[in-house]
């Protein structure tokens, strides 16, 4: 990496932050953008994602800083499944998963130290099994779907669920890696 240049990851999520470390890149500083992340009127699940990167990395006051932010947004269709808010949210979201596929969209930002903005959007196709009861009180139960996009982790239980997934796994956890390091790279970091 260039000496002085300073990387700030908009984002409180543990997963980006470990997903960004995976690649060798370790951020000078993590900060929230504390942008709601809700859906806009006609707005398509890849449109929300692409806008509310967009929104994180320019909510990040950084003066002489990179800002790298991203968002990820779960859709059966034009339906968004964000982040369940209880477990009857989580019930309902994970029951219209069940037995069909759905597309996760991930969308990444960096904001240049002079305001210029390059952006990238990851689309993954994920096909869960047939969930029966069991598996749905259990993974309730693991509170793990707290906080997650769609109220299902990939990189945990609910793995064992996957049929299929085509595009990018570290996408659907929240950061694609892929785009990201074109993005780093394309900026002047050196990612192996």
């Known amino acids: 990496m260039p000496a002085l240049r300073r990387l700030v990851l908009a984002s409180d999520s543990p997963r980006r932050l470990a997903l960004l470390r995976q690649v060798g890149v370790e951020p000078d500083l993590v900060v929230s953008s504390g942008i709601v992340e809700a859906a ?31 968002d990820t947004v779960v859709a059966v269709g034009r339906r968004v499944l964000g982040k369940p808010a209880d477990d009857e949210a989580a019930l309902a979201g994970l029951r219209l998963l069940s037995g069909r596929g759905h597309r996760v969209f991930s969308a990444v930002v ?67 890696l892929f785009e990201t390091a074109q993005l780093l790279r394309g900026a002047g970091w050196n990612i192996p």
């Open 40 to 70: 806009l009127a006609d707005e398509t699940p890849r449109q929300m994602a692409a806008r509310l990167a967009r929104a994180k990395a320019q909510a990040v006051d950084a003066p002489g800083a990179f800002v790298l932010a991203a």
């Open 110 to 176: 960096l904001r240049h130290p002079d305001g210029r903005v390059a952006a990238r959007l990851s689309e993954t196709r994920v096909n869960f099994c047939r969930l029966n009861a069991a598996a749905l009180t259990a993974y309730l139960a693991s509170g793990e779907w707290r906080g997650k996009a769609g109220g299902y982790a990939v990189q945990g239980l609910a793995a064992t669920w996957v049929r299929a997934l085509s595009g990018s796994h570290s996408g659907v956890v929240g950061l694609p």
